[in-house]
């Protein structure tokens, strides 16, 4: 799914349980088609709440979640750091192995492409 799709998915998920939630809260009867004063005071406080509340549990998210990141990439940057330091060490081996491995001689020293 597309990530604007999701957010505004999201953001109408967020807004319909707002609604809903102020209203059963607010909304003491249906005779009159517009708010009470005592109703749109609720209403405006619940929302505001509601608002505010978000607002910080993003804030707090914003900066747990900087600090998750953080973490990751110090523990990248260290496990790349430990993979370089192996393959130095196994490129190192290999280049002893290659100057200490003695060339045997071929079996019958004589034959060889030569002829006489």
């Not at 088609?33 to 505010?52: H, I, M, N, P």
């Not at 330091?85 to 045997?104: D, G, H």
């Amino acid at each position: 799914m597309d990530s604007n799709l999701r957010n505004l998915k999201d953001f109408l998920v967020l807004y319909n349980k707002v609604t809903e939630l102020c209203f059963n809260r607010c909304v003491d009867n249906l005779n009159q088609r517009e708010l009470g004063s005592q109703e749109d005071t609720c209403v405006d406080r619940c929302v505001t709440k509601f608002a505010r509340f978000n607002e910080n549990m993003m804030k707090v998210y914003v900066d747990v979640q900087t600090t998750i990141n953080a973490k990751r990439v110090k523990e990248m940057e260290e496990q790349a750091a430990i993979l370089e330091k192996q393959q130095q060490e196994e490129r190192k081996r290999q280049s002893e192995t290659a100057i200490l491995t003695p060339v045997s001689p071929s079996p019958n020293p004589g034959s060889g492409n030569l002829a006489m």
